[in-house]
C-alpha cells in the first residue's frame, strides 16, 4: 500500500460534499475505479474508499467532517 500526502479543502459535487484528490497524485493510485484508503480529515484517520469520477479519485465526506 502507498502513502501520498496532501491537503485540500472539501468541495461540493453535485448533491455531495468531496474530497477530490488532486490530479497528480493520480498515477500513484493506480488505475482502479475503487481504491480502500485511509484518510486523514481533521487529524482523524476515516477508513473509506475512494472512486475515480470523471479522471479523478474522490470520496463522498460525511457532513460530521464538513463545517
Partial sequence: MSEISF?????KH?????LR???EHNG???TARILPA???INDQ????SLHKISGS???AVNKHWHP
Fill in 28 to 30: 500513484a493510485l493506480g
Fill in 7 to 11: 491537503s485540500v479543502a472539501l468541495m
Fill in 21 to 23: 484528490v488532486p490530479s
Fill in 57 to 59: 479519485y474522490m470520496m
Fill in 38 to 40: 485511509i484518510v486523514t
Fill in 45 to 48: 484517520p476515516v477508513r473509506t
Fill in 14 to 18: 453535485r448533491n455531495a460534499v468531496r
